[in-house]
């Protein structure tokens, strides 16, 4: 059982999620996931690594509609905990397993996996190393299909402020052209961003989805009576994202791995000489 010893002012934002079990804590929600879905169309066969996976909604999702096999990560055992309850319940275990796992130092071989998802979780992170670490596990030809937050414009210091507040001081949004130029840094190619969109203000929309999932419904209201501070908690996220929307946008930026390439003549030699792979 996940402890709740933890006062809800104790915890930082990824404590708050996990301890909650939040299964769509991305922006656009579950909605904006499956319309992702339908365009990027994992196939059967793929296996799917599913990056800082929380409860594991999208995984359990997808192994349900696609019937694919699927490995979900996260840093946060209570996370995984969850996910591994989800799967159970929705009766996908034969086809998906969660893992505690470090994104940054994945433990898989080099070019284990055909499609990397990923919602929410580079723009807290190192994102050259998180890519490379990425680019690394997938198959040449495997895709990395990445959800994020974008900054539609400069944020003024005081929207930055507030923001890391909320969801802690790495949270670190870029444009639309720098997320593409940090994926194509660590060399994948035909990047391009799928389905972009503002921040709208459906948090109705998103509240209901939120209610259908029975891993947040189930006990919110009893954390909420246990922990009065958590409603207001809630409440300063919601309220910051309501008032600074205009700033913000999301989209998937999607790439793909590219085939090894063949070594021409003088840099077969200067591999050879040098004693290292190009
Ligand atoms: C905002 S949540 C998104 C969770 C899930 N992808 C979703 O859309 O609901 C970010 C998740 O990333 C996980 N995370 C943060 N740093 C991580 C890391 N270095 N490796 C793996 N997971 C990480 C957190 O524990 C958290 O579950």
Redesign the pocket.
Known sequence: MISESKRVDEMN??EL??WLG?????PGGFPA?KQNLEVIAVQPEEYVL??????G??ACFLAKTVGCKILG????PH?IEKARLRAEKEGVTHLVEFRV????KLPFSDNHFDIII????T???DKEK?YREFYRVLKPKGRIAD?EMVILRDLPPQVRYQMEDC?GSSTNPLSFEEWMKVVAQAGFEEIEIINPQPLKNNSNVVFNELKKDWVLVKDLTTKIRRQPALLPRLQKNANFIKKNRSYYGFGLVYGLKPLPKKLGFKDWIRSRIMGRKL
Do not use: K
């Not at 796992?101 to 940054?104: G, L």
């Open positions: 934002y990824f999620i996990a939040i299964g769509s804590s991305h996931t599913d990056a800082g996976c929380g409860s909604l999208t990560v996260d840093i946060n996370m796992a470090d994104v940054n990923c919602e929410s979780i723009v807290f992170l998180v959800l969801f």
